[in-house]
């Protein structure tokens, strides 16, 4: 473990285990959230950063991106030479970060470019935790004047098949000794592992649950989502009420309409049925560009109809804001494709 992985006592708990006083470890909480590097604390003596060289985080920005819109892409390495990609969009209220959570991912979703490669390994809760420590910084911010406002965890990667991490790190950052960001301004999208959204409805979290549906029939759906072959759209609606009934907090549903796949008369009527009653919201995504897939999105229009045909059912609905396409920073199109030239990226399925 690094010391990004820790919380705040477990930090004080290592410098008295390394035979220093307390203050030493909330000095090396405060380095680590704030973004610095080893070499950049001052008030640490030099033989004291020896002894906690191995346990400091090394993870860096190697390169940012800026879309004409001002959203922000981050590529992130860490230690084993390993990148994520991570953005930072701004909005009317704030910074909002979107981290990765899995190098690559397994889920092998059709119109998602984060599966290419399929999955690396996953992230530590340190290593997502120092994403939005990066950005952070990146934007002026430490951790006693954050500037970082909410966090998706929508990046590379899907959130629950790295479930205890994942746990760990909203438990990190929304932490009143850490950035204290409020569980109510993290959200969670998954593919809809069912085991893990009945596992997390108990964890007695505040975080929105947004659910990656894209389609109304298990037929269809497994033709572009193949973890459909397991979890079966009737038992994540299941889940996703109970999870509702446990927590209170209103379900978000994503839908990314892709032309002639999941965009039918019949494919409204059913997502229609199958929300109707139920305190949600459904973000229609227009399909983002991903070079390797053979999807094409709607048009424009063609959403906004469909966002209005569910409005008229007592659906509530809205077009996402795409946001940083041009940079391929978007829905969907989060990578790893700089890793094919990187020898340290060892592909493990």
């Known amino acids: 473990m690094m010391l990004s992985d820790f919380t705040f006592d477990e930090f004080v708990l290592f410098a008295k285990k390394m035979g220093l006083p307390a203050f030493r470890g909330e000095q090396f909480f405060d380095a680590v959230y704030s973004g610095k590097t080893l070499e950049d604390v001052s008030?640490?003596?030099?033989?004291?950063?020896?002894?906690?060289?191995?346990?400091?985080?090394k993870y860096k920005?190697?390169?940012?991106?800026?879309?004409?819109?001002?959203?922000?892409?981050?590529?992130?390495?860490?230690?084993?030479?390993?990148?994520?990609?991570?953005?930072l969009m701004k909005y009317k209220y704030g910074f909002t970060a979107c981290l990765s959570t899995?190098?690559?991912?397994?889920?092998?979703?059709?119109?998602?470019?984060?599966?290419?490669?399929?999955?690396?390994?996953?992230?530590?809760?340190?290593?997502?935790?120092g994403q939005a420590i990066l950005i952070n910084k990146e934007i002026g911010g430490s951790r006693k004047e954050r500037k970082l406002t909410n966090i998706v965890l929508m990046g590379s990667g899907e959130p629950l098949d790295n479930y205890d991490n994942v746990l760990k790190f909203i438990k990190l950052i929304s932490s009143s000794r850490g950035f204290n960001i409020s569980e109510r301004n993290i959200?969670?999208?998954?593919?809809?592992?069912?085991?893990?959204i009945e596992k997390l409805k108990e964890e007695n979290l505040n975080i929105t649950l947004s659910i990656s549906l894209h389609a109304t029939t298990d037929e269809k759906r497994a033709e572009i989502m193949p973890i459909a072959n397991r979890y079966k759209?009737?038992?994540?609606i299941k889940a996703c009420k109970d999870y509702y009934e446990v927590t209170g907090r209103k379900i978000y549903f994503e839908y990314t309409l892709i032309k002639g796949v999941n965009d039918r008369d019949e494919d409204f009527q059913n997502l229609a049925r199958l929300l109707k009653g139920f305190l949600c919201h459904v973000n229609v995504i227009i399909l983002n560009e991903v070079k390797e897939r053979n999807l094409q999105g709607t048009s424009r229009l063609f959403a906004e109809n469909f966002v209005e045909k569910l409005k008229k059912q007592g659906i509530s609905?809205?077009?996402?804001?795409?946001?940083?396409?041009?940079?391929?920073?978007a829905c969907g199109q989060l990578r790893n494709k700089?890793?094919?030239?990187?020898?340290?990226?060892?592909?493990?399925?």
């Open 233 to 236: 759209i009737q038992g994540i």
């Open 317 to 329: 609905a809205t077009i996402r804001r795409t946001m940083g396409e041009d940079i391929e920073g």
């Open 187 to 196: 959200s969670l999208s998954t593919c809809g592992l069912v085991d893990k």
């Open 43 to 57: 008030n640490l003596p030099k033989a004291l950063k020896d002894i906690i060289e191995p346990y400091y985080p």
């Open 102 to 129: 899995q190098v690559g991912c397994r889920m092998g979703c059709k119109f998602c470019a984060s599966s290419l490669n399929g999955l690396a390994r996953n992230l530590s809760a340190g290593e997502i935790l």
């Open 338 to 349: 700089i890793l094919k030239n990187n020898k340290k990226f060892n592909l493990k399925k």
């Open 61 to 87: 920005i190697t390169q940012k991106l800026v879309s004409k819109d001002g959203t922000q892409k981050f590529i992130v390495e860490f230690y084993d030479g390993n990148i994520v990609e991570c953005v």
